[in-house]
């Protein structure tokens, strides 16, 4: 790839950027996710006050995310907002074909003006959502997107850190989940904001959304509405208004101390990736070898300088 002279004028770049240059964008986030020479300088350069908010849609493969993504697209595009979806692709060997179906699923969009698409590959992240993830949304913030969506299958550690990262948090499941909803993983559980029982054309859908229901009523909660049931037909659009009207309300109810806790949660996180990304293996390698053997040798005394 071709490098970016960074240093030339970086102010002028980032005007480009506030001014819907998405190509650029698009090249912005290819130099993010390779850690290109210049970018630390660029992220330090990411402020103003545009207020952006992210919200995260996680749920098992196929339950309807990104139709879900497509319709909220449009529900917002409506009202005169800017979107960006990124897609995170987990790389398993399951979703080769997420990427093509997604590409299909939002093709409306994709050259919309006021919507910008990207597709992300979680691979070589630490069993986590992306390892770059927060420096992309915040980067979309700073090119003036109203809502960021995240999309990312929830298997494993992704969700966890999906919610980490959204003010809002979207769970999508279907009916077809039935009584697995008694031994879904907690993880999945414990972070919806919003439940999404989608593929409301199923049978034994109330039944189900009844069911979810009643396993939240059990949860001693504090006076808030949330997390709440919503429930959706994606491909027939159907609840896509009263989810983006749940999405919206539950971003205006967040108080300063949870917008303080998320961007403490982004810092930890950010901290975190920097301290590994100085940690090699390599190096460690050579260290022991020098030492190892000799009776002064302890493993704590040596670790003790990282
Ligand atoms: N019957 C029915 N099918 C739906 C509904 N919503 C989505 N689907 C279908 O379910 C399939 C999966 O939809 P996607 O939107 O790709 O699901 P996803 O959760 O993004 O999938 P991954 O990204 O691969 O995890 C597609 O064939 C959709 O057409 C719905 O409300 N009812
Ligand atoms: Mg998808």
Avoid at 34 to 49: A, F, T
Avoid at 58 to 84: C, F, H, N, Q
Avoid at 265 to 292: G, H, Q, T, V
Wanted: charged share 25%; glycine share 6%; proline share 4%.
């Amino acid at each position: 790839m071709k490098a970016m002279h960074f240093s030339v004028d970086n102010d002028a770049l980032l005007e480009s950027i506030q001014n819907a240059d998405t190509r650029l964008l698009a090249k912005m986030i290819s130099y993010i996710e390779n850690d290109q020479e210049g970018i630390p300088d660029i992220l330090q350069r990411l402020n103003g006050s545009h207020e952006s908010f992210v919200v995260g849609v996680t749920g098992p493969p196929g339950s309807g995310k990104s139709t879900l993504v497509d319709g909220l697209i449009a529900e917002w595009v409506k009202m005169g907002k800017r979107v960006a979806v990124v897609c995170v692709d987990p790389s398993s060997p399951f979703h080769s074909g997420a990427l093509l179906g997604d590409r299909i699923r939002m093709s409306e969009w994709y050259n919309h003006p006021n919507v910008f698409i990207r597709s992300l590959s979680s691979r070589g992240s630490l069993g986590g959502l992306h390892p770059k993830i927060v420096e992309i949304s915040d980067l979309l913030r700073f090119a003036l997107f109203d809502i960021i969506l995240i999309e990312t299958v929830g298997v494993g550690q992704t969700e966890v850190e999906i919610a980490a990262l959204a003010d809002t948090t979207l769970v999508v499941l279907v009916p077809e989940a039935g009584d697995e909803i008694q031994t879904m993983k907690a993880g999945l559980m414990e972070i919806a904001d919003i439940f999404v029982v989608n593929k409301h054309d199923r049978p034994d859908a109330d039944r189900f959304a009844e069911h979810l229901q009643s396993i939240l009523s059990l949860k001693e909660n504090s006076n808030s509405e949330f997390p709440v049931i919503i429930k959706t037909v994606a491909i027939e659009k159907k609840g896509l208004k009263e989810l983006s009207d749940m999405i919206l309300k539950h971003h205006a109810a967040r108080k300063e101390a949870d917008k303080i806790e998320l961007m403490a949660e982004k810092a930890y996180l950010l901290i975190l990736r920097k301290r590994m990304s100085e940690l090699d293996k390599n190096d460690l390698k050579e260290r022991i070898r020098k030492d190892f053997g000799k009776p002064t040798f302890n493993l704590y005394e040596l670790i003790d300088d990282y």
